[in-house]
């Protein structure tokens, strides 16, 4: 079942550069996207989402862009910083039988290189 | 800033036995989830809870799991007879208005099942 794929298991981009992380849906029930930021031995923080209504959310040095004819979306991290080295994923939700239910990437690791 | 809380943090069992995992869920919250992370794999959907009763569970959420909210804060996940393959990161999730379909899922930090 691969619903939601992020293709680049590892990421490695220079402090100050911009990272762009990627993500591709197949089900198009989904209608809502979010990335969430995992450091080791933690759950998943949230860090951004998008509606299927739109195509683009910016919040700070973050933004995110949705495609939906391409089902595609990314992430978008600018300036990057050394505390942004996490590993990433992309999630899609959709209402199954009145609950949202949210299916995930495997994750892209980021590394930022002082 | 509320968060969700989740205990232990790490739980070693034996084979067989019967494990309950337990999560805080964000006070004004209205639906709650369970989550598991099997090492090196994605984060999947196990089980999604609201007024009291399962709205939907996976294929992994077989008889040998139940959920229950046995007060109006806690939420648990209980594992009736252990196995090695249900070693992973379980995380707890809330949110507010699943309803919508748009409403953000929060995470606890997770709780490390060992079965030996």
């Known amino acids: 079942d691969q619903q939601v794929k992020q293709n680049s298991p590892s990421l490695s981009v220079q402090e100050g550069r911009i990272s762009i992380l990627n993500c591709d849906y197949t089900n198009s029930m989904f209608d809502y996207f979010l990335w969430y930021k995992k450091y080791p031995a933690e759950g998943p923080t949230f860090l951004i989402s998008?509606?299927?209504?739109?195509d683009k959310n910016e919040d700070g040095r973050f933004t995110v862009f949705l495609n939906k004819s391409a089902k595609h979306l990314s992430l978008h991290i600018v300036p990057s910083q050394p505390g942004d080295s996490a590993v990433y994923f992309c999630?899609?939700?959709?209402?199954?039988?009145?609950?949202?239910?949210?299916?995930f990437g495997q994750g892209t690791r980021l590394t930022i290189n002082p | 800033e509320p968060e969700v809380t989740q205990t232990p943090s790490h739980q070693v069992t034996q084979m067989g036995q019967e494990v309950i995992l337990r999560c805080v869920p964000i006070s004004n919250h209205l639906y709650f989830y369970w989550y598991r992370q099997i090492l090196g794999q994605k984060v999947e959907f196990l089980v999604s809870?609201?007024?009291?009763?399962?709205?939907?569970k996976s294929e992994i959420f077989d008889d040998q799991f139940s959920v229950e909210r046995p007060d109006g804060s806690n939420f648990t996940l209980k594992i009736r007879s252990t196995k090695l393959e249900d070693s992973a990161m379980y995380f707890c999730?809330?949110?507010?208005?699943?309803?919508?379909?748009?409403?953000?899922?929060?995470f606890g930090p997770g709780t490390r099942l060992t079965v030996l």
């Open positions: 999730a809330s949110n507010q208005v699943a309803g919508l379909g748009t409403d953000t899922q929060y």
């Open positions: 998008i509606s299927s209504i739109k």
């Open positions: 999630a899609a939700s959709a209402i199954f039988q009145g609950a949202q239910k949210l299916v």
């Open positions: 809870f609201y007024n009291n009763e399962i709205s939907e």
